[in-house]
């Protein structure tokens, strides 16, 4: 059996939008496809009609939004790190914070900045950009998470033992974890991310929001029970 092969033209005088042919759709176009053998062609014999969104042949538009999730996919989008303070060490080696105290959380600032990547096919290219928006802080205890618009600042001796951080990143352990698994809590600090994107369709758009996340383990000591080394 040998495979058909045919010349491919719109038609020029289009069925109407509810001939059977096109299947209800009303996009696209419907197509004629004249057969032909050895080169000689037989218009209006041995052939048929269908539709096609794109002439056949034509790739499909590019979506600039696919591109800009392609682009997304090839992002290393970095997880916070996990500064905190008070944050010496007990007797038996564990790091602790302190009740009651103002435990200030940051990250590197270096993990909260903006970040691009494009994607390019066929001539059309989509670039996103990841944004930070908040550092989160979920003090492991059971209470909500707090949060704070920047990277937080890392303590200083001239900021004072007991001082509130100026960012806003901190906050205050009500009670001991010593009825906490191990004795211990585990914070959960993370970064939130916008995502947009441009392209040079002049198309523009936002994706779903990130978060990226990391853990640090400690105790919570009450004050007169601290002993640094």
């Known amino acids: ?5 045919c010349y491919v033209e719109a038609m020029a005088q289009q069925p109407p939008k509810d001939s059977p042919i096109w299947g209800g759709r009303t996009d696209g176009a419907i197509y004629s496809c004249l057969s032909y053998t050895g080169g000689g062609a037989f218009p209006g014999t041995n052939g048929f009609s269908f539709w096609s969104a794109n002439p056949p042949g034509v790739p499909a538009a590019i979506d600039p939004a696919q591109l800009a999730q392609q682009a997304l996919s090839t992002m290393t989008v970095p997880s916070p790190t996990t500064g905190r303070y008070p944050a010496g060490t007990l007797q038996d080696g564990q790091p602790f914070t302190v009740v009651n105290a103002y435990t200030w959380f940051w990250t590197d600032p ?3 900045r903006a970040l691009t990547a494009r994607a390019d096919v066929g001539g059309v290219w989509a670039q996103v950009t990841v944004t930070p928006t908040a550092l989160s802080f979920e003090p492991g ?3 909500v998470t707090v949060s704070c618009p920047g990277p937080g600042v890392a303590w200083q001796p001239g900021d004072g033992v007991w001082a509130a951080s100026p960012a806003g990143c901190d906050y205050r352990y009500p009670q001991s974890s010593i009825h906490q ?3 211990r809590v585990t914070a959960t600090y993370g970064i939130q991310w916008s995502v947009t994107w441009t392209s040079s369709t002049g198309a523009t758009g936002t ?3 990130l978060t990226t996340t990391s853990n640090a383990t400690f105790a919570v000591a009450e004050v007169q029970s601290v002993v640094i080394r």
């Open 1 to 5: 059996m040998q495979d058909m092969q």
């Open 110 to 112: 270096g993990s909260f």
């Open 141 to 143: 205890d059971g209470a």
């Open 181 to 183: 698994p191990d004795g």
């Open 207 to 209: 994706l779903p929001d």
